[in-house]
């Protein structure tokens, strides 16, 4: 039997030990599986408690057991759900009858979504959806999966296609009446109106300024300037744990030390990266090359200075794109004068500008900063829960799209065949954006991104 025809199970809810575990199974033996473990197939959608027991009938679980006959099922197929208790000895017994029985294996990542996909209870769109919601660490990234699960993306270009094939209609038509030009021209027109108004809404689309694609992988800052002058005690800091080893003795730091923080709801990386200086040391020279090139990387680069190394901001010799705050630290150790200026004096004039004055050390001035990271990512990110587009993939066909019905506008006029074939294209990437035609080369690659059992 084919792999995509044998039943599946996994294990969907989290890593046992736990109270309860959720076995899923979906497939045709799915009832014959209930039938020898449970004894009895029970009601649709109805959790009913049951001994479970082995084809030796051997004790496995006191369960509950849910039954969906597809196509009325999470994946379209038939589809049994065992809640047993929460043990490793439980599951793996659980594991054990299940492969015992006859064309029933465990499942591949992300096998389940990938039959609800192939049995059109979710489109490619809502599918990418689900991994980032699984994934999503911050409340705004939540939020925006769920909205395109939703079908916030998918009903959009459902609705576009739809409007596609009725231009293509008529364009075929008028190819049809060829001969009678009054008729062409008929056609043609609302057609063209049709294929301008779309147009016109994908562009929009694409200008949008919010950066929701960006919202799944987070906004990167890169914590970097020449060694001991408080790069780890700041991360620390920002991390509210010991991260990062703080040491007084220059070259502590040598490698990249990164941290997941959630700033209202935005997800942001926080590195910590080695003194720049230079050095002898090669394990230090690398730490020193991989600094530089991390903070190239960056969205938003901090340069810690303090009194010592003030003059020296031009160490961070590299070409990048990204903001740069020189953060002066160790405020604490100036005179009195100096420490009246202390917080946050930061102004968006430039991309490379003194940014805030703390004291890593004492804390001072670490609440505004952590404020205005917040801030900068609010208008990094913009409007992105608003956006309709949530991956680079989308956005890629998207633009596909909308060249095809520029070109389609260009041919106007000069043959019916042209403008036919145009909006042809403009379907397919509309159907590959969908999941639904020619994406055979990219659903192994964003089904094995899913974790296994779902």
């Given amino acids: ?162 409007r596609l094939i009725e231009a293509s209609a008529l364009i075929e038509a008028g190819i049809d009446f060829s001969d009678e030009g009054d008729v062409s021209a008929e056609l043609m027109a609302p057609a063209l109106a049709t294929i301008k108004s779309l147009l016109h809404e994908i562009e929009e689309t694409l200008a949008a300024q919010g950066r929701s694609e960006r919202l799944r992988d987070g906004l990167t800052v890169a914590i970097s300037g020449p060694p001991n002058v408080g790069k780890s005690t700041l991360i620390n800091l920002l991390a509210r744990r010991e991260v990062a080893i703080v040491s007084p003795h220059a070259g502590t730091t040598r490698d990249v030390i990164e941290v997941q923080l959630d700033l209202d709801g935005y997800p942001v990386t926080v590195i910590d990266t080695a003194g720049i200086r230079d050095t002898d040391d090669p394990v230090e020279q690398e730490g020193v090359r991989r600094a530089r090139l991390r903070a190239a990387e960056s969205d938003l680069v901090l340069w810690i200075t303090d009194g010592e190394h003030e003059r020296n901001e031009s160490q961070l010799d590299v070409q990048m794109e990204a903001t740069r705050w020189v953060i002066r630290n160790k405020i604490d150790l100036d005179s009195v004068d100096e420490r009246k200026g202390a917080g946050a004096t930061i102004s968006r004039a430039t991309k490379d500008e003194t940014a805030f004055r703390i004291s890593a050390g004492r804390g001072n001035g670490i609440a505004e900063l952590v404020v205005a990271l917040a801030a900068f990512a609010r208008d990094y990110f913009g409007s992105s829960e608003d956006g309709l587009i949530g991956r680079e993939r989308q956005r890629k066909l998207l633009g596909e799209t909308a060249e095809a019905l520029q070109r389609c506008i260009a041919v106007a006029g000069t043959g019916d065949e042209l403008v036919a074939e145009e909006l042809r294209a403009a379907s397919h990437s509309l159907g590959r954006l969908l999941g639904r035609v020619d994406v055979e080369d990219i659903l192994d690659k964003i089904f094995r991104e899913f974790c296994i059992g779902k």
Avoid: C, Y
């Fill in 1 to 162: 039997m084919h792999p995509r025809e044998q039943t599946i199970f996994a294990l969907s809810s989290g890593r046992p030990p736990s109270a309860i575990s959720i076995v899923r199974v979906s497939g045709a033996e799915a009832r014959a599986a209930l039938e020898t473990l449970a004894g009895r197939v029970p009601r649709p959608r109805i959790a009913t408690r049951i001994l479970l027991r082995d084809s030796r009938g051997q004790p496995v679980d006191d369960a509950v057991v849910l039954w969906f006959p597809g196509p009325a099922s999470a994946t379209g197929e038939d589809v049994a759900e065992f809640h047993i208790h929460g043990g490793r000895a439980v599951q793996a017994a659980l594991f054990a009858a299940l492969s015992a029985l006859e064309n029933v294996r465990a499942a591949e990542p992300g096998e389940f979504t990938r039959r609800a996909f192939e049995n059109g209870k979710l489109d490619l769109t809502e599918a990418e959806a689900l991994d980032d919601l699984i994934h999503a660490d911050t409340d705004r990234q939540r939020r925006q999966a769920l909205r395109q699960l939703k079908g916030l993306l998918g009903d959009r270009v459902r609705d576009w296609r739809a």
